[in-house]
């Protein structure tokens, strides 16, 4: 089997977290703070403060990336051109490599680092890279298991459920310093994969027969995207429909997907 190597890599996205652990890309995203409405009044504007908003991404305990907006008028965020952070930085040990069919602990959660009570939802994605770095369909997406822990306030919106994608939608109002639990709780790489093989015989110069094996997996990379967004708690269900384009009720601070 090839030997694969741990890699942090440099930025690429928007508040993101990008690692390559074992040869294996991982890369998540968080944009915050996306309160897109349509204002319809002047009164209704007047209680839209979207420079007070404001989502962390937790990995373990730990804020990996985030997204603030300060006083001062600006944006407050994971430093560098894209905006990210370092996800699964402290998974591996210092040259310790990734193991197929291995259970890593991998407990995601949100923090409201802003200025004002918000609803977040987070959209997982999952998906393979080729050798050139291009998205392949050759390896199956879910093979790339992060556990996700619904129902303990976490709640998917199965409509948008894809093979790569799914959707979370945090169903508490998160207050300011609040963090959410933990949507998932660990990570592992199927070891289904070890299964791929291809083999080809060859005869080698003094006559004896010589068979190759090679992993499918040789030189791809998995990716794993935690997108969250956020809307401010007023007028909230208007604020989800206008931002994400999905018809929730809020009862309270409870927020209920509708079928």
Known sequence: MKTLKKIITSPVFSIAAVVVAAGLLIFATVSGARAALNVESDEYYAHVELYKTGVSLLENGEIVAFRNYDADGKWNETAGDDHIGT?????????????????????????????????????????????????????????????????????????????ERTVLYYTNLLKVGETTSALSDTLIIDDYLATEVTQEKS??????????????????????????????EHNAAAAVKSAWGKNVTISGSTLSLKK
Not at 215 to 229: C, G, K, N, R, T
């Open 87 to 163: 996800l699964l930085g402290k998974m591996l040990g210092e040259d310790e490599e990734l193991k197929l069919g291995k259970s890593y602990k991998e407990e995601l959660s949100v923090s409201n680092t802003g200025e004002i009570n918000e609803f977040v939802r987070v959209s997982i994605y999952k998906y393979w890279l080729d050798p050139e770095g291009n998205k392949t369909q050759a390896l199956d997406p879910s093979v790339i298991n992060l556990n996700l822990l619904t129902g303990k306030g976490w709640v998917e919106d199965t409509s948008a459920r894809t093979d």
């Open 203 to 232: 005869v080698d110069e003094e006559g004896y027969t010589v068979i190759t094996t090679t992993y499918l997996y040789d030189d791809y990379s998995f990716v794993i995207e935690a997108q969250v967004d956020a809307v401010q």
